[in-house]
């Protein structure tokens, strides 16, 4: 299956298709784009209208300015017919005004029924002769002199009259805009209630919009040799005006002879008209055969097309869903992705490239393989929505390459592995079936805006190798704002000093206790140290959250899972250290004299950290110097209060 994208259509490939390229080449269009359909019209019919209102306008100039400056109906009798019907008014030319009105014209006029109805009635009164009779009569006059009885009688009426007749094939003018025009002219000078209500709408943009797209669309005919040629198919005929700065944003493949529309893109003018579909066969473009083409062919061919862009199309026969508002799923990508690298995108042009902890906004899950989604930030310059690997799929190509991986360097070590016992063979045997869960591959998490309340600040922790400077920074922050910054209490099973006091230094407890609080998760970090075991709780930090302060914290890494498992909310920032050089310069400032092989390591510690554990990043400072990273760090922990961040939505729920 080929496809192409020309002209704000794509090329989509996939299988053994000689040619992956995409090319986007947009169609140039006026400033504005407009959506025109088709239609079949008689030019008999618009000569006989032409004529009509030609002797109207040669009426009016006889008559002179009469009726100029008076909104009255019967100074004007296409206002006359317009107040009576809907259907016979301006752009009506059931009878011309010399003609005396025939009896079903009388009969448009609902309260003229209503009239004769009284007459016929009042005269039957007059003939009864028991009291009972000419009561009820009496009561059906009353309620025929209502008001509230003649409105419902003139809109059941109207209505009736309506399903009555039988739709025209054509329409009965194409200067509706003109019309428009004149009927406002009569009412320049009107003071009159209904005249104001009158001038109002028709000065209304939206109803001068209306009546531009009627004339549009009036004047154009469908030619007849489009529908002959295929006899038996139902067509439809589209026009899209493009603007310049829009593409059409729809994806095209070959289906044996047939070019089909295989996609439509969110912003697009596609999307936008809604007269594309999915499954539409595009039969012309231009008067164009395209039938038989091969995608590239199209594409080659709607480069040199400019402006107004007509399909003759049969529609698909699929049965299309509902429509239904889709809501705007918001996502961090956990993985990087360059769509020139992916083999499988169905269009690489329309591929969104992103990195690992960038916000994407995803606008369309149609296709479950490939979303349709926005990068974060990038909505006013990303005129068409890119395509992403759906979650599902992500998941299942990312599996496959982590076993293809696995049993590669299993294969690679069946030259030892036969010295190895038994437990250690099924060892690797465990952890190689771990890696075929879905659930254990990072794609995407959902993400919803959270902003802080002013009482309870989110604990922020610093993460960083050692002498990335990430213990200073926090060491200074506490010193100069103690009212503001804090640490938790950590907890120990060792026996208090004699200047320790239990909840200030440590919270000082038993080991069996420390041990049962441990197996219930109530510990961010724990470890053993000289035979005593120490740890940060929960609690702990809950405690500076809930006093007002910010809790200040330094963890390894492994303990960010945890973390974020929590209801503590944290924003977690992390100190890179900069280049080998740099850092040794900056530790020499604190009479460190670290060798080449201890900075090296702490750059690698940096990046294993950086890989492994990004995705829980929420902001990044490399400490190139103290002062600038100091400020920073300042700034980002102030922007909590002022903006509002990307939390998972599951810390919402």
Known sequence: MITSHMNGFVQEASGQAKSHRERAVDCPGDESSLVKAPHSGSSAQMERIQHYQEELRKRREEEGGRGKHDIDPNASLRLKKLSQNPKVGIDNPTFDSKEKPTKDALTLDPLADLEEWLTALKWAQHCLTDAQSQQDVELTMQLLSKEDFRNAFTIYSAVSLQRSKVSPNSPLTAQAEDLCLEVQKILQSSQQKEGLELKALLTNPQFQALMQAHDCVAGQEMPEENVTQYVGETVKLVRLEKARDTPLGATVRNDMDSVVVSRVVKGGAAESSGLLSEGDEILEIN????????????HDLLQQMHGTLTFLLIPSSQIKPAPHRQTVMHVRAYFDYDPSDDPFVPCRELGLSFQKGDILHVIS??????????????????????????????????????????????????????KKNKKQRKKNATVFSKTTDLEDILTYEEMSLYHQPANRKRPIALIGPTNSGHDELRRRLLSIEPEKFAVAVPHTTRTSRIHERNGREYHFVSRPAFEADLGTGKYIESGEYGKNLYGTSTDSVRHVINSGRICMLSLHTRSLQVLRSSNLKPYVIFIAPPSQERLRTLLATEGKTPKPEELKEVIEKAREMEHNFGHFFDATIVNMDPEPAFYELRRLIEKLDTEPQWVPTSWLC
Do not use: C, M
């Not at 479950?368 to 395509?387: F, H, I, K, V």
């Open 287 to 298: 008067g164009v055969s395209i039938r038989g083409k091969h995608v590239n062919e199209v």
């Open 365 to 418: 899950q149609d296709d479950p393989n490939w979303w349709q989604a926005y990068r974060d930030g990038d909505e006013d310059n990303q005129p068409l929505a890119g395509l992403i690997p759906g979650k599902s799929f992500q998941q299942q190509r990312e599996t496959l390459k982590k076993t293809i991986t696995d049993r590669t360097r299993e294969q690679q070590g069946k030259i030892w592995s036969a």
